[in-house]
């Protein structure tokens, strides 16, 4: 049985205050809850964060990772620092890096390949443009980011590896899939790791939902047999709406 995955994704967000208050917030509310929860401060503040979920149900997470171990890359943060200050678990892919910065698959592939080596989680995010979706090739574009974003990643690994699906254009925007939309893609997923690896692999793979998650819509999207948890933007930033999608 799969438990849900609850995860902030706090974006280029908080300031160092805001994120220590935010995070013994989510310490003192989710204490002996039984879901999963992760949270991902922008680096800057994730040692501060670290202080304070040490010892929490709460895992630290960061939004990215250098797919280089130390050396001269300059502005890049490698996965020893980040073990080194307690982060446990790597946000990998995510649309905005996709999208915005311009991360190829093959670095994406990298990231999770050196995260998994120096034994840190990994949430390896997928997910399909509006113009894709309209031009009816949502599954395509998640099997191409499953397909890329994995190779290499043995059986073995998959345990330590969550995939979000996100649709870009639910992102920040309001727009929701609906539950059965979600659901359809989310199924397709879970049926392309099998294919992938087997039906073991794929049925103790977490997949999370990503894009305008909130209460209100949690409980129908979560109530999805292959809906397992969410990653979480905006709704995140605030403990008020926050708390109530992982306490469901
Ligand atoms: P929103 O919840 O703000 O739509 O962001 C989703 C997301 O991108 C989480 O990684």
Same mark, same amino acid.
């Given at each position: *049985? ?37 949270i ?44 080194d200050i ?8 995510h ?10 698959? *093959? ?17 390896l ?40 699906? &996100? ?38 793979t ?6 305008? *998650? ?9 109530? &999805? ?8 933007g ?12 992982c306490?469901?």
């Open positions: *049985m799969r438990t849900h995955y609850i995860a902030g994704n706090w974006k280029m967000n908080t300031n160092k205050a805001d994120a220590v208050k935010l995070a013994q917030d989510l310490v003192k509310e989710l204490k002996g809850k039984k879901n999963t929860y992760m991902a401060p922008p680096f800057v503040y994730l040692d501060a964060v670290a202080q304070v979920v040490k010892g929490s149900n709460i895992i630290l997470g960061a939004q990215d990772i250098a797919a280089n171990d130390n050396g001269a890359h300059t502005g890049e943060v490698s996965a020893d620092m980040l073990k307690g982060v446990q678990t790597i946000i990998i892919g649309s905005e890096r996709r999208h915005e910065i311009g991360e190829s698959d *093959m670095l994406i592939n990298a990231k999770v390949l050196k995260s998994l080596s120096k034994g840190l989680d990994v949430v995010c997928i997910g399909e443009l509006l113009a894709e979706r309209e031009a009816g090739k949502a599954e395509q574009v998640c099997a191409f980011q499953l397909d890329a974003g994995l190779s290499g990643v043995t059986k073995e690994q998959m345990s330590h590896v969550t995939i979000a699906y &996100e649709p870009v254009w639910a992102i920040g925007t309001g727009k929701t899939a609906t539950p059965a939309d979600a659901e359809s893609i989310h199924a397709f997923i879970r049926k392309h790791i099998a294919k992938l690896y087997d039906n073991k692999v794929a049925e103790n977490i997949i999370q939902y990503g894009g305008s *998650m909130k209460a209100a819509n949690a409980a129908e999207l979560l109530a &999805e047999k292959d809906i397992d948890g969410g990653l979480i905006g709704a995140a930033l605030k403990a008020e709406t926050f708390v109530p999608i306490i469901l």
